[in-house]
């Protein structure tokens, strides 16, 4: 492997590389396999020839993948974000959502999670996972939280991110207000001064708003919001893990 395409790989870690190039990393078996699946373009895959050994596998990436490239272990461990990497690394080029999300909202019904300032990675990819099991129309990730290609953030998804409609750095205003247009009632979850989540009538055309642990729901959010809802409490904890109360939340929407 060339030093400098190594180097070009190791840049996607950053952000502002993530932009610049258009890539990102996808790292392991399984998201790789779901992308595949996906029918999701991949540029190019490391991979370390003792560890991954699986000819039909290597036989499939041949067929999909336009830069196949054999790594030492140590290539493969500097561009790895995992403690222990499996060996296989692909880059993936940035998807355009152009048009995708006004299709979307124009739905005559719809499920759409929001997302508020959620900055922990491993808290947003199960977040995505958890959307995918309730089969969630689209997720939309504001500009205040972490970045959906961050590789923490990719890895943790298990692939989930190839499955729906997943929208990166969204001005929040903005799209509450283009729901509310489409008709789209909105739900905030919060702690306080709203109604038992259990006893709510969700809409056929619902968006609803999880804010960050640590701070919750942004009040310029808020105040755009049809009605505030929450989980009810029965020990002292002083919140809930964002991810946990995405999936209670979507749970009693898709349960009843």
């Given at each position: 492997m060339s030093k400098s395409k190594l180097a070009e790989i190791k840049k996607l870690h950053q952000k502002k590389y993530r932009e610049e190039m258009g890539l990102y990393i996808v790292e392991g078996r399984k998201s790789i396999d779901e992308a595949l699946d996906a029918g999701v373009?991949?540029?190019?895959v490391v991979y370390d020839e003792k560890k991954v050994n699986d000819a039909a596998f290597l036989?499939?990436?041949?067929?999909?993948?336009?830069?196949?490239?054999?790594?030492?272990p140590k290539e493969i461990?500097?561009?790895?974000?995992?403690?222990?990497?499996?060996?296989?690394?692909?880059?993936?080029?940035?998807?355009?959502?152009?048009?995708?999300?006004?299709?979307v909202l124009k739905r005559e019904s719809a499920l759409v999670v929001t997302l508020d300032g959620i900055k922990d990675p491993g808290?947003?990819?199960?977040?995505?996972?958890?959307?995918?099991?309730?089969g969630v129309d689209a997720l939309l990730i504001g500009k205040n939280s972490v970045d959906l290609y961050n590789p923490k953030v990719v890895r943790a998804t298990m692939g989930s991110m190839f499955h729906f409609p997943v929208f990166n750095e969204?001005?929040?205003?903005?799209?509450?207000?283009?729901?509310?247009?489409?008709?789209?009632?909105?739900?905030?979850?919060?702690l306080s001064g709203s109604d038992d989540v259990r006893k709510t009538e969700f809409s056929k055309k619902s968006l609803i708003v999880i804010g960050?642990?640590?701070?919750?729901?942004?009040?310029?959010?808020?105040?755009?919001?049809?009605?505030?809802?929450?989980?009810?409490?029965?020990?002292?904890?002083?919140?809930?893990?964002?991810?946990?109360?995405?999936?209670?939340i979507l749970s009693h929407i898709k349960l009843r």
């Amino acid at each position: 492997m060339s030093k400098s395409k190594l180097a070009e790989i190791k840049k996607l870690h950053q952000k502002k590389y993530r932009e610049e190039m258009g890539l990102y990393i996808v790292e392991g078996r399984k998201s790789i396999d779901e992308a595949l699946d996906a029918g999701v373009e991949i540029k190019s895959v490391v991979y370390d020839e003792k560890k991954v050994n699986d000819a039909a596998f290597l036989s499939r990436l041949r067929k999909s993948v336009k830069d196949l490239i054999s790594a030492k272990p140590k290539e493969i461990e500097s561009l790895s974000d995992a403690v222990t990497s499996q060996g296989l690394i692909a880059v993936l080029p940035i998807g355009t959502s152009s048009g995708a999300l006004d299709k979307v909202l124009k739905r005559e019904s719809a499920l759409v999670v929001t997302l508020d300032g959620i900055k922990d990675p491993g808290n947003l990819g199960t977040i995505i996972r958890t959307c995918d099991w309730f089969g969630v129309d689209a997720l939309l990730i504001g500009k205040n939280s972490v970045d959906l290609y961050n590789p923490k953030v990719v890895r943790a998804t298990m692939g989930s991110m190839f499955h729906f409609p997943v929208f990166n750095e969204i001005d929040l205003v903005n799209i509450s207000t283009q729901s509310h247009k489409e008709g789209f009632s909105i739900y905030s979850a919060e702690l306080s001064g709203s109604d038992d989540v259990r006893k709510t009538e969700f809409s056929k055309k619902s968006l609803i708003v999880i804010g960050s642990e640590s701070h919750g729901v942004s009040e310029e959010i808020s105040r755009l919001a049809d009605k505030k809802i929450s989980i009810p409490k029965f020990g002292q904890a002083e919140s809930l893990n964002a991810a946990m109360a995405c999936g209670i939340i979507l749970s009693h929407i898709k349960l009843r």
